[in-house]
């Protein structure tokens, strides 16, 4: 199969490539540097001429809400667009569990915005939604730090090792379309509050952190179901302990 895939050169989408090499796949990796453009539409029509599937993992290169927000409506209007002329018969994209339990985020409304675009474009598709990545623990702590303090809530988190969010990708990548979302999350469920300390002990940072119910992840208040599964999903197969063990210090 002739699998493209938009940010096929970030952290998911080069591991996706590879998984899809590995497999015996065409794998394109598509960025702007490959003269692949999803906000102005340059190059999309040519790079998916002949491919089996588009595989989308690209993310806004600000965070800024209204940035965001435009990106993700742009940039996959663009590829639907782009999809429907080439004939591509499946439209995979990367999407975050409990978005649409959190209306408050200054990001994830973007990503609802996005699954709502693909899922009413009438195109065969699977959304691969996933909780947080175990790489931005550390940007995590540094978002949510107050006068040298750590704030974090203790409600349920459960994040997940990049590597195995990318070959959940690439594995949905080469399956038939469901038309609907399948969910991934790490293997372990702790407290958002005691990961971010885990995270932060590995590394040798002693800033403290503080238990607060009202601690807000980018703008969102949360309970025990916001950033979690709910219902149905797969585990990925690298334990958090294992993987802190494994960058410890770096």
């Excluded at 090499?21 to 065409?26: L, Q, V």
């Excluded at 993310?59 to 996959?76: C, H, M, Q, R």
Aim: net charge negative; no cysteine.
């Amino acid at each position: 199969m002739k699998i493209v895939v938009i940010g096929g050169t970030g952290l998911i989408g080069s591991q996706v490539v590879s998984h899809l090499e590995k497999a015996g796949h065409e794998a394109v990796a598509a960025s702007p540097s490959s003269g692949v453009n999803t906000l102005t539409g340059e190059g999309l029509n040519e790079v998916l001429t002949g491919a089996d599937v588009l595989v989308d993992v690209a993310n806004s290169p600000s965070f800024a809400p209204d940035d965001v927000l435009n990106f993700f409506t742009t940039a996959t209007t663009n590829l639907i667009e782009a999809v429907r002329a080439t004939g591509v018969g499946h439209y995979v994209a990367l999407s975050v569990v409990g978005s649409d339990r959190s209306p408050q985020s200054t990001y994830l409304p973007a990503k609802v915005a996005q699954e709502k675009l693909i899922r009413e474009s009438g195109l065969p598709y699977t959304v691969v939604r996933a909780t947080q990545f175990f790489e931005f623990l550390g940007a995590i702590a540094d978002s949510a730090t107050q006068d040298g303090k750590v704030h974090m809530a203790p409600v349920a988190f459960q994040p997940i090792a990049s590597a195995d969010v990318a070959k959940a990708v690439a594995d949905a990548a080469v399956a038939a379309p469901v038309n609907g979302a399948v969910e991934v999350a790490g293997p372990d469920r702790s407290t958002f509050d005691e990961v971010i300390r885990q995270a932060l002990a590995s590394k040798g940072d002693t800033r403290e952190v503080v238990t607060d119910p009202k601690a807000p992840y980018f703008g969102q208040v949360m309970n025990d179901e916001t950033i979690v599964p709910i219902g149905d999903y797969d585990k990925g197969a690298t334990k958090l302990a294992d993987w802190l063990a494994a960058h410890a210090g770096k």
